[in-house]
């Protein structure tokens, strides 16, 4: 399975900072500007590392953000033995090949890991099956189905909105710590002309000036 796409920050960065902060109202793709003022859903981003855990239809494969990137042996051994039971999934996708993505996140992987929780684990942020992504009701009901987590919502809102939200910072959903920031996808699914999908990100930290 292909590695997951990159996330476009909703807005330009300032190259004065070194590319550190944003260029507030400088919308980094015409798509976001376009469609600023829908609803999109706005998940927790997760400060972890990205996994790719792999249904190819007989076995599960775990792989990191390139084919080439090492998983921790630690967060390894919890990907194969203690998130997905296999056999439930298979029961769900029979031989039909799948790719859960999502983020090895806890202790000792990021700095500040800890603060999420005291092991390691996977959360998913998206599911691609027949080159498809899974819509948000369909991926919580899978998550479900498999008794894995998935990132929490935060809001459904507009993309001002949304970027007020990271501005201020709030509160992660595991704990009394500031979350890293948020991740947005517009409610219904889209994708540009040249077949791109429209997501967009925004950290807390994108507003801090040193």
Not at 102 to 130: H, L, P, T, W
Not at 157 to 168: F, G, Q, S, Y
Not at 174 to 188: H, I, N, T
Request: net charge negative; aromatic share 14%; hydrophobic share 35%.
């Amino acid at each position: 399975m292909e590695k997951y796409h990159k996330i476009q920050t909703v807005f330009k960065r300032d190259p004065e900072t070194k590319f550190k902060t944003i260029l507030e109202g400088e919308y980094s793709l015409p798509e976001f500007e376009f469609l600023k003022d829908v609803v999109w859903i706005c998940t927790e981003k997760v400060d972890g590392t990205n996994i790719r855990a792999i249904w190819d239809g007989e076995k599960m494969i775990f792989k990191g953000k390139t084919d080439n990137a090492q998983i921790p042996p630690f967060l390894l051994d919890s990907l194969q033995n203690k998130v997905f039971d296999y056999n439930t999934v298979r029961d769900i996708f029979n031989d039909t090949p799948v790719c859960f993505y999502g983020e090895g996140y806890g202790a000792k992987i990021q700095q500040g890991g800890g603060n999420y929780r005291k092991d390691q684990s996977f959360v998913m942020f998206d599911i691609k099956c027949n080159n498809i992504f899974f819509d948000r009701e369909k991926a919580e009901d899978i998550a479900d189905g498999l008794g894995i987590e998935i990132v929490p919502i935060v809001e459904e809102c507009t993309l001002p909105e949304a970027v007020e939200i990271a501005r201020e910072g709030f509160q992660s959903w595991w704990g009394r710590f500031d979350a890293e920031g948020l991740v947005m996808k517009p409610k219904y699914g889209l994708y540009n002309r040249r077949g791109d999908r429209i997501i967009t990100k925004i950290k807390h930290k994108d507003f801090k000036r040193d």
